[in-house]
């Protein structure tokens, strides 16, 4: 049996690439900073699960070197928030997978856990987040093929956006959890 896939989506931690808008607010470097510090903890607390394969997602593609051991590497692509989780998805057809933000503070080991349980008997497993999007995206057989079309990325309508992409097929909430957009 192959094992379940836990994928961390991030953009690399570097200068000027990621946390846009958090860093109008609080300047390029601490948001560097916080992207930096957020990334590797999260690494760190999620390595240690056990029968699981660890994968981060790196955008931009360029850039899409980083030291984490224990970890593969996948670079994200081109395309739009949508187009890049779904090609990261792709890659592992007939396993479960979650997909998990990298800007969570909250996320804990126990989260993935109940996602990857909550797959058995689920075709897919949100992490709603406070803002309307979601942190968590799971998925076990019976994905639909467009699961990320017309979805409103970055709005308070995302996660309802992506569930109507899956009709006629079980979905498991997890807990409500905050992001650090901005």
Same mark, same amino acid.
């Given at each position: 049996?192959?094992?379940?896939?836990?994928?961390?989506?991030? !953009?690399?931690? +570097?200068?000027?690439? =990621?946390? *846009?808008?958090?860093?109008r607010k609080i300047g390029?470097?601490?948001a560097l900073n916080l992207s930096r510090t957020l990334l590797h903890?999260?690494?760190?607390?999620?390595?240690?699960l056990r029968r699981v394969a660890l994968v981060v997602?790196?955008?931009?593609?360029h850039h899409a070197?980083?030291?984490?051991?224990?970890?593969?590497?996948? !670079?994200?692509? +081109?395309?739009?928030? =949508?187009? *890049?989780?779904?090609?990261?998805?792709a890659h592992f057809p007939n396993r479960p997978v979650i997909l998990i933000g990298?800007?969570?503070?909250?996320?804990?080991?126990s989260d993935l856990r109940r996602a990857l349980r909550l797959l058995r008997g689920h075709h897919a497993v949100f992490g709603p987040a406070a803002d309307g999007g979601y942190w968590l995206i799971g998925?076990?057989?019976?994905?639909?093929?467009?699961?990320?079309?017309n979805v409103r990325w970055s709005s308070p309508h995302a996660l309802a956006d992506t569930r109507r992409n899956f009709p006629r097929r079980r979905v498991a909430l997890l807990r409500r959890l905050h992001d650090l957009d901005e």
């Open positions: 049996m192959s094992l379940p896939v836990v994928i961390v989506f991030t !953009r690399i931690p +570097r200068l000027g690439v =990621g946390k *846009r808008r958090l860093a390029d470097r601490a903890r999260l690494l760190r607390r999620i390595r240690p997602a790196i955008t931009p593609d070197r980083l030291r984490a051991p224990g970890w593969a590497i996948q !670079r994200q692509g +081109r395309g739009d928030l =949508g187009t *890049r989780m779904h090609r990261a998805m990298s800007d969570i503070p909250d996320i804990a080991p998925l076990s057989a019976g994905r639909p093929a467009a699961m990320f079309a």
